[in-house]
Nanobody
């Protein structure tokens, strides 16, 4: 079982940048698809970006061209570089993982991202 811990959230002005980190424990990390999700109070959690063991990336339309997901299997870590942030990006960001044919699980505790002037 792989567990995830997020870090790197904070307060940033519109147009600014943040890098989130998702540190994983467990020996099977390299086999997992890892995803960054976000949730605003009262709304459903949405998948923002994901990366497969082979490095195939997915982005939701609203972040394409602004966010970049990457993984370092040697460090058991996945990163989400967020550039040109907008107020609409404000949310709690969660890291999660799944096997290629599995469902999302092993949720982290989340990290708050607030984009505001």
């Amino acid at each position: 079982q792989v567990q995830f811990v997020e870090s790197g959230g904070g307060l940033v002005q519109p147009g600014g940048s943040l890098r989130l980190s998702c540190a994983a424990s467990g020996s099977r990390f390299s086999m997992y698809v890892v995803g960054w999700h976000r949730q605003v109070a009262g709304k459903q959690r949405e998948l923002v970006a994901s990366i497969t063991p082979g490095g195939t990336m997915y982005y939701t339309d609203s972040v394409k061209g602004r966010f970049t997901i990457s993984r370092d299997n040697a460090r058991n870590t996945v990163y989400l570089q967020m550039d040109r942030l907008k107020p609409d990006d404000t949310a709690v960001y969660y890291c999660s993982g799944r096997l290629l044919t599995g469902t999302w699980g092993s949720w982290g505790q989340g990290t708050q991202v607030t984009v505001s002037s």
